[in-house]
T-cell receptor, first 108, second 114 residues
Framework: GQNIDQPTEMTATEGAIVQINCTYQTSGFNGLFWYQQHAGEAPTFLSYNVLDGLEEKGRFSSFLSRSKGYSYLLLKELQMKDSASYLCAVLIDYKLSFGAGTTVTVRA | GAVVSQHPSRVICKSGTSVKIECRSLDFQATTMFWYRQFPKQSLMLMATSNEGSKATYEQGVEKDKFLINHASLTLSTLTVTSAHPEDSSFYIC??????????FGPGTRLTVL
């Protein structure tokens, strides 16, 4: 099977920064996605990394190190609406294999 | 991004009945769609890959006779849960594959089997 690990829960204060780490050991690798999922809703796309380095998109940034099997999602200037589950997913051939998700709670 | 719809959004049925869930790509043609299942506080588990005009490919441990998948057109895939039982109660999510292997997810269907 595929091993994709991320922390279960994180809590942060409104306006702060939170970094969600994801490590993976998979049978293949064609890229890594981060998705946001609010309770009872479908995941929405946040970022995609296929090469090493940092991809920045507004308040969200994602980093990838393929040699270390490691990625992180950085959320800046946290807002209450950022409270959600964040899913790390590895693309293997054309299929996505998901981590269990990290529930982020933003407190006022 | 592309829009994917699912219908129904919520269904409650009696044990032993069959339930059909539709997944549509609204503004693009999707030759490949995926069906996932998500139990509470767990991640998405891929059930099967649906290819237009051919048989679906099921993941290990997923019964193809219980979860019937039909992908008859480039914009529609259906999942039928046959003879549903309480343990089939879950959140079922479909996605459509884009040109760069990204996936666009539908809003999900909450199935409750009594």
């Amino acid at each position: 099977g595929q091993n994709i690990d991320q922390p279960t829960e994180m809590t942060a204060t409104e306006g702060a920064i939170v970094q969600i780490n994801c490590t993976y050991q998979t049978s293949g690798f064609n890229g890594l996605f981060w998705y946001q999922q609010h309770a009872g809703e479908a995941p929405t796309f946040l970022s995609y990394n296929v090469l090493d380095g940092l991809e920045e998109k507004g308040r969200f940034s994602s980093f990838l190190s393929r040699s270390k099997g490691y990625s992180y999602l950085l959320l800046k200037e946290l807002q209450m609406k950022d409270s959600a589950s964040y899913l790390c997913a590895v693309l293997i051939d054309y299929k996505l294999s998901f981590g269990a998700g990290t529930t982020v709670t933003v407190r006022a | 991004g592309a829009v994917v719809s699912q219908h129904p959004s919520r269904v409650i049925c009696k044990s032993g009945t069959s339930v059909k869930i539709e997944c549509r790509s609204l503004d693009f043609q999707a030759t490949t769609m995926f069906w996932y299942r998500q139990f509470p506080k767990q991640s998405l588990m891929l059930m099967a890959t649906s290819n237009e005009g051919s048989k679906a490919t099921y993941e290990q441990g997923v019964e193809k006779d219980k979860f019937l998948i039909n992908h008859a057109s480039l914009t529609l895939s259906t999942l039928t849960v046959t003879s549903a039982h309480p343990e089939d109660s879950s959140f079922y999510i479909c996605s459509a594959r884009g040109d760069y292997n990204e996936q666009f997810f539908g809003p999900g269907t909450r199935l409750t089997v009594l």
